[in-house]
Nanobody
Framework: QVQVAESGGGLVQPGGSLSLSCVVS????????MGWYRRPTGKQREMIAS??????NYADSVKDRFTISRDNAKSTVYLQMNNLKPEDTAVYFC??????????????WGQGTLVTVSS
């Protein structure tokens, strides 16, 4: 069984920074692409950053403010968020492609962590 757990959400003032972490645990063969999504209240979930190998991808709304990174040895993906804005307020979700064998994989999601940007 695979588990995905995010941490690091909270309340921050506009212009501030926050760092999120996501750990994948359980029995699996390897991890593929990992990413961060968010769902603002009343809106649909959107992809904001992903990382696969050495390649990263960002939504325009967070480019140059957020940085995604991963530590494969720790099965962990991070999201460093700088210059936060009120519109960044959302529940942030971690996603990982988890290979349970060489030929079989699944799309795993965390429960989400709330980030609130407010003065």
């Amino acid at each position: 069984q695979v588990q995905v757990a995010e941490s690091g959400g909270g309340l921050v003032q506009p212009g501030g920074s926050l760092s999120l972490s996501c750990v994948v645990s359980g029995r699996f063969f390897s991890l593929g692409e990992m990413g961060w999504y968010r769902r603002p209240t009343g809106k649909q979930r959107e992809m904001i950053a992903s990382i696969n190998g050495g390649r990263t991808n960002y939504a325009d709304s967070v480019k140059d403010r957020f940085t995604i990174s991963r530590d494969n040895a720790k099965s962990t993906v991070y999201l460093q968020m700088n210059n936060l804005k009120p519109e960044d307020t959302a529940v942030y979700f971690c996603n990982a492609v988890v290979w349970t064998s060489k030929d079989s994989g699944l799309d795993a999601w965390g429960q989400g962590t709330l980030v609130t940007v407010s003065s």
